[in-house]
């Protein structure tokens, strides 16, 4: 038997597996909403709308370390501090005992030798062991990070069929799929290792240079007779050197951002087009479109490996500053110290922890120059995953009435299953696709939608399914309805064909016989000794099977309302025929919307209502009761078959 609903969404397993303090699942919190200025022109307007993707991006972001955030959120954040600040605790013990060696290796100490080589091994498994602890911490924070923002995002999409609405909408969303899960992942990743790093460069270079400032003093240098003294020489020496390396690859990288978003793009256009061919593989092979695929593949390709070009060009420009940074960095300090060392006014160990904490400082300050690559591409992911929350908050803005006008949905005050009361439909501009609308449906009728192509019959139904939210007016059903769509290219999911079957519900909510029972009554019998086997079904399938099967689908859940949106078109007369019957058979108390070409399927329907095209959208012109007509094809065949049957010979 079915099981209950609520059942069913007990047993589905969340997203992901992030629990509030409860053991609930977490709900994001809705964001905030930014618009700008109406006055602006379009192109100010989308300047603006670019400047404000970060924002936008830290605006749900943020919400991880929230009151509806991940609950070991902070205890990981806190605990990733406290082991950077170990971890440099530790390169200062390193430091100074570089220094230490290397006196006593000057004076021929051997007794401080083999006790500093044994102080060296608690230093070293201290400082790996907290290396270690630090990738757990960063990397636990990256992932529940990465799974509370994709529950988010995925909730926010797959709500109110905005996943379908934004095919309909412009904006700048394309390839919302390769951006939750590519973009996504980078745009919480590389904040943490960016804090990280420069929470330990700050607290490295703070450190290191009072160890510069301490050890090396003053450089007191003769010019014209002008004797100069430069305080703290080797912190200044630090700070230029960091600062015309840092200056080097901002001016070098400028152009990093926007290389980096437009290599994204096209890597999600590429394999999107590749997506298309295996998706689309049974039609592209029957019209012999593999040459033309062929053709735009290469063009998404070249874009691809343009798009690389430039950034590696990026990557040579930027590597040409780091790479030689990190050639000098540790030859400079020696030059910096060498005349002292030579006056005897430093030791070798001085010399020597003196280096070390040179390159520390300078890493310390050059943190940008080896990371501005990662920071290039952070931005630019970021931004493309802004832009998909942007053109979902404009979703919400217009679920919520905001702006153009939404379809609203509510409850029929009276017996009837289905009203539409000035229901109008819209594009998301505002462009008029169907007037203003009233039709009652009564419990158990069977309503025929007719109309010329692009009169909005299928716009017009998807809205009474609630997947178009623009227009007027209200769509009302009975408070206890259950509305089911068949769509004229049915979704098969991947798995069983049990499961296929079954959608939208789970495999397990009918036995094996009740969904063989099902698949006989629609035709598909030879595929009942395969029910439990999985398989590519949707590239199995033909395009009317796949409808006979969502019919099963249909006799499975057992609907009240039952919309279908050209569900038989990839079936014969005669097929198409057994099915409505079967349909009116099984479910006779059903009420039934259909979208039709097709004059025949009026004998399965007790009224027509039809739709003409007019300046300012479609209107209903006429609202008809069907009289069936029994006999009526049987007898016109008859009258066909006697035209072409031979004259008899004479006998």
């Not at 083999?114 to 636990?140: C, D, E």
């Not at 033309?292 to 070249?302: A, L, P, S, V, Y």
């Not at 120059?369 to 493309?384: G, S």
């Amino acid at each position: 038997m079915h099981k209950p609903a609520a059942k069913r969404e007990q047993d589905k397993p969340p997203i992901v597996g992030i629990k509030g303090e409860n053991g609930d699942e977490v709900e994001p919190p809705p964001p905030e909403l930014l618009e700008p200025d109406p006055k602006l022109s379009p192109e100010e307007a989308e300047q603006v709308r670019k400047d404000y993707l970060l924002t936008r991006f830290w605006i749900s972001a943020r919400g991880f370390w929230g009151r509806s955030g991940d609950r070991l959120a902070w205890p990981f954040s806190i605990g990733l501090g406290l082991l950077i600040i170990l971890t440099v605790g530790f390169q200062y013990g390193i430091n100074v005992w570089n220094r230490a060696i290397f006196d006593a290796i000057e004076k021929r100490d051997a007794a401080s030798v083999f006790h500093l080589t044994a102080l060296f091994f608690p230093l070293a498994i201290g400082s790996i062991v907290l290396g270690v602890a630090q990738v757990f911490a960063r990397m636990g924070i990256q992932r529940r990070w990465r799974a509370w923002l994709t529950s988010s995002v995925l909730t926010r999409w797959l709500k109110n069929g905005r996943y379908y609405q934004l095919n309909l909408v412009g904006g700048d969303h394309k390839n919302p799929e390769y951006r939750i899960a590519e973009d996504l992942r980078i745009a919480t990743d590389s904040p943490v290792d960016f804090l990280a790093g420069v929470t330990s460069a700050l607290l490295s270079a703070a450190t290191f240079i009072v160890v510069l400032w301490t050890i090396g003093g003053a450089l007191t240098v003769t010019l014209g007779g002008s004797t100069i003294t430069i305080p703290g020489f080797l912190v200044i020496a630090a700070m230029l050197y960091a600062g015309i390396a840092s200056g080097s690859i901002l001016v070098i990288g400028r152009r990093f951002v926007q290389v980096s978003e437009d290599k994204n793009q096209a890597e999600a256009d590429f394999r999107y087009t590749l997506t298309r061919v295996r998706e689309n593989g049974e039609s592209i092979a029957l019209l012999g479109g593999e040459e033309e695929e062929r053709d735009g593949i290469d063009r998404n390709f070249t874009n691809v490996l343009r798009q690389w070009a430039r950034l590696a060009g990026q990557h040579m420009r930027t590597t040409l500053v780091s790479q030689g940074s990190s050639l000098v960095a540790p030859v400079v300090p020696l030059l910096l110290c060498a005349p002292k060392f030579l006056d005897g006014s430093m030791s070798l160990g001085q010399v020597m922890q003196a280096a070390s904490a040179f390159t520390i400082v300078q890493s310390a300050f050059g943190w940008l120059v080896d990371n501005y690559p990662r920071l290039a591409d952070w931005n630019a992911c970021a931004r493309r995953i802004a832009s998909l929350m942007m053109s979902l908050d404009g979703l919400e803005r217009a679920e919520q009435g905001d702006g153009l006008g939404r379809i609203k949905r509510g409850e029929t005050s009276n017996d009837a299953m289905l009203e539409m009361k000035d229901l109008s439909v819209t594009l998301d501009d505002g462009t008029a696709v169907v007037g203003e609308t009233e039709v009652v449906i009564e419990p158990g009728e069977r309503l025929l939608v007719a109309g010329e192509s692009g009169t909005g019959k299928s716009t017009l139904v998807r809205a009474i399914a609630g997947l178009w939210p623009w227009g007027g007016g209200s769509v009302n059903f009975h408070a206890d309805r259950r509305l089911f769509m068949l769509p004229q290219r049915p979704y098969v999911p991947s798995g069983s064909l049990r499961r296929a079957v079954a959608y939208p519900g789970a495999e397990e909510d009918w036995t094996v016989e009740e969904i063989g029972e099902a698949l006989h009554k629609v035709g598909l019998d030879h595929l009942k000794e395969k029910i439990e086997e999985e398989a590519p079904w949707d590239q199995t399938l033909s395009g009317g099977e796949k409808q006979r099967l969502a019919f099963a689908r249909l006799l499975l859940h057992n609907p009240d309302i039952v919309v279908l949106d050209e569900a038989t078109s990839a079936l014969d007369e005669k097929s198409q025929d057994k099915m409505m019957k079967m349909v009116t058979d099984e479910l006779p108390k059903a009420t039934i919307v259909s979208v039709a070409h097709r004059a025949e399927l009026e004998a399965f329907h007790s009224r027509k209502i039809v739709l003409e095209r007019r300046k300012g959208g479609a209107k209903l012109v006429s609202d008809i009761d069907l009289i069936p007509r029994k006999g009526k094809r049987r007898l016109l065949g008859r009258f066909l078959r006697q035209r072409k049957a031979p004259p008899k010979k004479a006998a």
